[in-house]
């Protein structure tokens, strides 16, 4: 059967698209899996450690963001339909990443990143010079991205108060299926980036991560 993604309308792809990244900028998310946290109990927290769990859940909503342009990017300059597909299923495991944590800012009373539409914008550019450079590269920048936002979410479960288990349970589900997409991009096929490029993402990572802890 030929891949019905290919007959639709440029236009179609652009209003769809347009669609998506303001729901996704303005926070509205639907999670197909029940939010990890909900299991979890409520804890005691004082003022400056519930600051900081949602300046660190806030950082990890912003990575949700550009997670959600980085798939979309990619998938539409995807050249066989099981790339789609893949890109397609990892792009919804990370609306449920995206949803949970802006429901735990919310319970939290925080809000989340100011700056969401410049963060989608860029992540989006980016998905699309790594796409068009080919499947493999494209694949090899998930691979390399999932790594670091694994390092960096194992570096927030050292972080969030130890009481904190609601934040815990949904950083752990988060971390274990970036792990997963990382393992499938690399079964695809993934090229390994060069050492320059994967420091110049460790960078721009570092800049993320720390402007979306405060705004």
């Not at 300046?55 to 959600?68: I, K, T």
């Not at 969030?160 to 752990?172: E, F, G, M, N, Y």
């Not at 970036?178 to 079964?187: L, M």
């Amino acid at each position: 059967m030929a891949d019905a993604t290919r007959h639709i309308n440029p236009l179609d792809h652009l209003i769809v698209g347009l669609d998506k990244a303001l729901r996704v900028v303005g926070g509205v998310a639907k999670a197909g899996r029940p939010n990890p946290g909900l299991a979890a109990p409520d804890a005691e927290m004082n003022a400056q450690e519930q600051r900081h769990s949602a300046g660190l859940m806030r950082v990890n909503h912003v990575g949700e963001v550009c997670a959600q342009a980085l798939y979309d990017s990619q998938g539409l300059q995807a050249s066989t339909p099981a790339l789609r597909a893949q890109f397609a299923q990892a792009g919804r495991e990370e609306e449920d990443h995206l949803a949970w944590t802006a429901q735990r800012l919310s319970e939290l009373g925080s809000r989340t990143s100011l700056l969401n539409p410049l963060w989608y914008a860029g992540a989006f550019a980016i998905g699309t010079v790594a796409a068009r450079m080919g499947d493999a590269v494209s694949l090899g920048f998930v691979v390399e991205t999932e790594r670091q936002v694994e390092t960096h979410l194992d570096s927030h479960l050292d972080q969030l108060p130890p009481q904190d288990a609601k934040s815990r349970a949904i950083v752990t589900q988060m971390r274990d299926d970036e792990v997963e997409h990382a393992s499938r991009a690399q079964a695809l096929g993934a090229a390994e980036l060069p050492l320059p490029v994967k420091m110049l993402m460790r960078a721009m990572g570092k800049v993320m991560t720390t402007t979306a802890y405060h705004i």
